[in-house]
């Protein structure tokens, strides 16, 4: 049986490129369309693309390109675009597209009704864009924390009439945090909680900080950023009661910075819990948990979702936003606050975990739960 | 009447030729003895030095140097040296100095046992090291926020039947911390505290931080750094009651960073407070304040010691170090926070507000307060 | 006698900035006119201005602005702005404005027929643009090295009928390379030259250089730069003859490249002479260098316009950049070269002696030189 | 048949851990003995060592230490230590190790007769050191450039009396620098030659440069760099003319820049050549260069020692450091000089090509022409 044809909206802006780069030898998926805006439309992605995800690490070093004689003007990076896609002319975003799922890397300003267009027209849709996270019927999912929110897909596409459905992922940082905060949530509750994050270049897409902003310096704002994350942790720690999810009683206050560092966003937490448990207790729950992927076989599943380190010094985001293939949250320094009852820093990678490789796992549990059969 | 005669001790260190700096012309005091450790001393300053602090502004350009013919080895960047200490032959740390008062840039593993030969000696101490802060008899001292701890001095010198004494500033961050805390404290109350600390490279000396570790990267430890932040503004904000400080009641909670600025400690700060004020209220109490020190004249005494700003995404280290020559504290982003009742940003420079200048000022005040009369 | 009036084109551009910062509080000139694009016309420079130059040394530190709420959007940021020039409302960059002279920091996109109209409409025009540069008939000029070749602004005016004129000084790694040059190029001629840069970031303007392209690398391209390097020196040194300058007989090599430093382009360069000179004699001949502009009293003109290092690791960016408030050239490690005669590396400060700094420079000698007469 | 046995000298340091990274999984060489200064003696490697190399692209990802509970003082580094080596205790420096062969990482202080020690007692020494590299009777190595210098080695032993030999690799920015040249002096022969490095902060080792020094800066000098530069590659190049090399007749002139960048020095290099070719000619000379190690089949070398790229703003440090593994150069923007011949930027991996994988490939040599059998 083949692999499932899938396309990419927003294909050619750095949240696109690593959709591209992480589905390139997906065992369940193919990449079948990409598509962009106006000004990329009709020509292939490899003269669509400037390639600005390189650093991860690929499977295969990139084959050096044939020697080209020097253009003037700007080069575009096309090397690390997979040899497969290269060739892929770029279409229109409309739901005419030769796939069964799109993921959406939109920006916010146009994903909002091009989402609503392909469910209607029968696609899946995995979304990154925050326009429909909220939505009382669309699923703000992250795999190991809570699956079972999938079943309002049956319920959105009622509502809607819709023949395909949405599902989205969290706000990069959220998505790290809240995968953390699982298993204290699940065995010891959490009543309040305070964040502070330094979150990386990467998070503001490309050309995104300019160098003279950030050299030297540190911004103490991010742009809606403090509100996404004091919202959305509470739909996705909230319970599905009927045909909704009520939302989790814990109260988040978030203070956002951005700091020179290319990828992984690091977080200072500090939580108060419900029942306090030991600190060798609360080690263990975050160490020893593994959510509930295991028997589904999801290939972007980590082993650890979350990797628990003991040295005083971690996690760093160079040294430690990879782990798991930038799918597992690095936890460090875990201890007594005294001001609320435990405080620990944490990280992951934010263009990985925090959203395309959020989104993809979401589609493979999609897949695994039988949601991508074809359509009537 | 001449100007107060006083040494540095420790001067060639990072910390060390900040006081140089900022004594180069001081109206009340010349510099008259620089101490160092064994290897600097019998040569020149302008021989011993390693001058890495030339960023500051200076009152007048550099001159350049007459040229050298090339040297092999690594050069020792002497401009920004000021003229007027080039010369001075570097003494060791004992109490023979020619002054009246010693800065003590001395680091902590040393400072303890010398600074008290230098108080039993008959001199005065404003001492940059951590190691008398919270003895019971040393004021740990800002001038703005409790200047009539001062009165610890006498019975420091009856206890110990010293003819000196030993003053204390406290660490980076906590100075520029309590410095912002105090009308606060003052007007409303606080009963806890959360604050996470971005913390610039010069606040590990130098050469301090390896390059390698921080580009691209964030450290989420600083040693020592948390414990005295938890610490110190107990003592600061306590009340002077009897012959002792009566620690201030307040749960402090910090998580510390190292990131990649040169200078300027940035600090996300949330408060609870006894009383609370609505929003308005409370930036007016920061905005407004001036503290009890307008009347002395002191020379380094800012301003504004608070410089309250209204933007967005404001302070930023590369851009509000230098307020108030380095004195002021720069705060930003007030607002509720939803766990506890304010949360806001803050910056100061940390080798100035929160060492050398610091030192400097604490001193001011000693003099401000006739502590610096020749002792009988 | 009053200040003369002067006007700025594309005053809200980086270089716009440096030029209103230079001219705060200049003693001969007064901004009375800002202009820009359409977007910022008809509301007040400090409304319409993103100020990103505030790491110069000003006179005074910022005032505090006064507290406003926190908005939504990104802040502009406005400190640092002089309070002279705040109220001024940004005019079009048409030849009605109120002022003798205008700077024009307009990018080469828009520059040409725009400075043409001003000219032809009788102001005088000091440009930073590259357009006319090397028009025979306009002036290429760095005051130290080719101040006779003004003597084209006659045949400028009378060839093109204009009551003004324009001069223009040359692209930033020029001005700085010439400088260093002309006393070498004076006593012991140049035959050929290899010049490798590495340039700072605001070489590229705001936002310029994408953050993610230049953290941990270097880029070994900036677009026209090295055929400006090549070329305009050329001009530079190029003997007035009759109605037209004949180039110098030179030849150059130029590579450039960008690096995360903000400001103070590093060159390191190699020179064959025409007679060769001994080391010392060719320290002896950059060092005494003063230019023909001691006895004017041009208030920009530094007193060392070359400013020679003998430690065997300068100039440094960080360290050396400000020199002469920015207008002095910085050389060091000068030592003989194998392949051509000497090498040597040389540091300017590309937005101040590179750009506003020198245009300024060249109204200074143009209102020495009576060119700045009212028009009759 | 078994592996052959290797060890490393001085295996704690940077150079150090890029030996034991780079042969873990050799499939020639195994690590049967480490030795460092007496520091880490009796330790064992994992205890011993503070791992900084971890960027690699390492076969699999670090597998999560167990938890330790938070110690006081800074950590070290252990994950990223392969698992075969971490209980390995480190030995001295002296000629009992296990192995046959050993790799020297030591630093040049004592490089020299530890060195001569290994060999005089029957070892193989693949040495990175300085030292020996222009003995006359030591091959200064690179295997794509100059394999048959191997000849030395029985002169070497005849001379010294020794049962084993010294070979050793060049300077990092020589090794890549002669890499490029090579195809380029063997077609068309070069007369002289102007280089001018931007060089990776690694090259300095670890901790290395002081962050305070590189922030916003660049440093125009490196200790010993152009010396090295300027000689190395006359030996690299040169004849095998009975028991000695003569030198090549090549006028070389270096300027050395250190930036901040973690791996990968650039070079701007200018040729002038014996022979022109046209350009195209040059290109395809460098590009179809395969080297004489074709049916060796040796592990690390790769199959295209020198890639070149047609874009213009190519190559660049983050970008293509890690190409061919680490073990290829990426030459760029090839075009006319005017001063010289040609001018082209070139880049390696300085800690891989540069150093550790140098002097792998010249023990792979070494065991491929039979050097390795064991000793009588």
């Given at each position: 049986m083949g692999k499932i044809k899938v396309g990419i909206l927003g294909a050619t802006g750095m949240v696109g490129q690593r959709f591209v780069q992480l589905l390139a030898d997906h065992p369940w998926f193919e990449i079948t369309a990409l598509a962009a805006s106006?000004?990329?439309?009709?020509?292939t992605y490899g003269e669509a693309c400037h390639w600005v995800v390189s650093d991860v690490r690929c499977p295969e070093p990139a084959c050096p390109e044939p020697f080209v004689p020097l253009r003037a003007g700007r080069s575009r990076r096309?090397?690390?675009?997979p040899a497969l896609v290269k060739e892929i002319v770029v279409e229109e975003c409309?739901?005419?597209?030769?796939?069964?799922l799109v993921f959406s890397a939109l920006p916010a300003e146009v994903a909002g009704p091009i989402e609503e267009e392909f469910a209607a027209a029968g696609y899946a849709v995995s979304s990154n864009a925050r326009n429909h996270r909220l939505d009382p019927d669309v699923p703000l999912l992250v795999p190991e924390v809570n699956p079972n929110h999938l079943a309002l897909i049956g319920i959105q596409r009622r509502r809607r009439g819709w023949k395909g459905f949405i599902v989205t992922n969290p706000n990069c940082s959220t998505a790290q945090l809240v995968l953390a905060l699982k298993p204290i949530w699940d065995r010891f509750g959490i009543t309040a909680l305070s964040v502070v994050t330094m979150q990386?270049?990467?998070?503001?897409?490309?050309?995104?900080?300019?160098s003279l902003d950030i050299l030297d310096n540190v911004i103490p704002y991010i742009a809606g950023e403090e509100g996404k994350l004091e919202r959305e942790p509470l739909k996705l720690l909230g319970q599905l009661e009927g045909a909704a999810v009520r939302e989790a009683e814990v109260i988040i206050s978030a203070q956002c910075h951005r700091v020179a560092t290319r990828e992984g966003h690091l977080e200072a937490v500090s939580v108060k819990l419900a029942r306090e448990p030991g600190r060798e207790e609360l080690v263990e729950a975050l160490q020893g948990f593994r959510g509930?992927?295991?028997?589904?076989?999801?290939?972007?599943?980590?082993?650890?979702?979350i990797v628990v380190r003991g040295e005083i010094d971690r996690p760093q985001p160079r040294l430690d936003r990879d782990e798991g293939g930038g799918m597992s949250v690095v936890v460090g320094r875990v201890r007594e606050c005294p001001v609320l009852d435990y405080k620990f820093v944490l990280l992951g990678h934010n263009t990985i975990r925090g959203a395309a490789g959020a989104a993809i796992l979401n589609a493979e549990l999609l897949k695994a739960q039988g949601y991508l059969e074809e359509p009537g």
């Amino acid at each position: 049986m083949g692999k499932i044809k899938v396309g990419i909206l927003g294909a050619t802006g750095m949240v696109g490129q690593r959709f591209v780069q992480l589905l390139a030898d997906h065992p369940w998926f193919e990449i079948t369309a990409l598509a962009a805006s106006e000004r990329s439309v009709g020509i292939t992605y490899g003269e669509a693309c400037h390639w600005v995800v390189s650093d991860v690490r690929c499977p295969e070093p990139a084959c050096p390109e044939p020697f080209v004689p020097l253009r003037a003007g700007r080069s575009r990076r096309v090397e690390g675009i997979p040899a497969l896609v290269k060739e892929i002319v770029v279409e229109e975003c409309r739901p005419d597209l030769t796939c069964r799922l799109v993921f959406s890397a939109l920006p916010a300003e146009v994903a909002g009704p091009i989402e609503e267009e392909f469910a209607a027209a029968g696609y899946a849709v995995s979304s990154n864009a925050r326009n429909h996270r909220l939505d009382p019927d669309v699923p703000l999912l992250v795999p190991e924390v809570n699956p079972n929110h999938l079943a309002l897909i049956g319920i959105q596409r009622r509502r809607r009439g819709w023949k395909g459905f949405i599902v989205t992922n969290p706000n990069c940082s959220t998505a790290q945090l809240v995968l953390a905060l699982k298993p204290i949530w699940d065995r010891f509750g959490i009543t309040a909680l305070s964040v502070v994050t330094m979150q990386a270049l990467s998070g503001a897409g490309y050309p995104g900080v300019p160098s003279l902003d950030i050299l030297d310096n540190v911004i103490p704002y991010i742009a809606g950023e403090e509100g996404k994350l004091e919202r959305e942790p509470l739909k996705l720690l909230g319970q599905l009661e009927g045909a909704a999810v009520r939302e989790a009683e814990v109260i988040i206050s978030a203070q956002c910075h951005r700091v020179a560092t290319r990828e992984g966003h690091l977080e200072a937490v500090s939580v108060k819990l419900a029942r306090e448990p030991g600190r060798e207790e609360l080690v263990e729950a975050l160490q020893g948990f593994r959510g509930p992927l295991q028997d589904l076989g999801l290939p972007s599943a980590p082993e650890h979702p979350i990797v628990v380190r003991g040295e005083i010094d971690r996690p760093q985001p160079r040294l430690d936003r990879d782990e798991g293939g930038g799918m597992s949250v690095v936890v460090g320094r875990v201890r007594e606050c005294p001001v609320l009852d435990y405080k620990f820093v944490l990280l992951g990678h934010n263009t990985i975990r925090g959203a395309a490789g959020a989104a993809i796992l979401n589609a493979e549990l999609l897949k695994a739960q039988g949601y991508l059969e074809e359509p009537g």
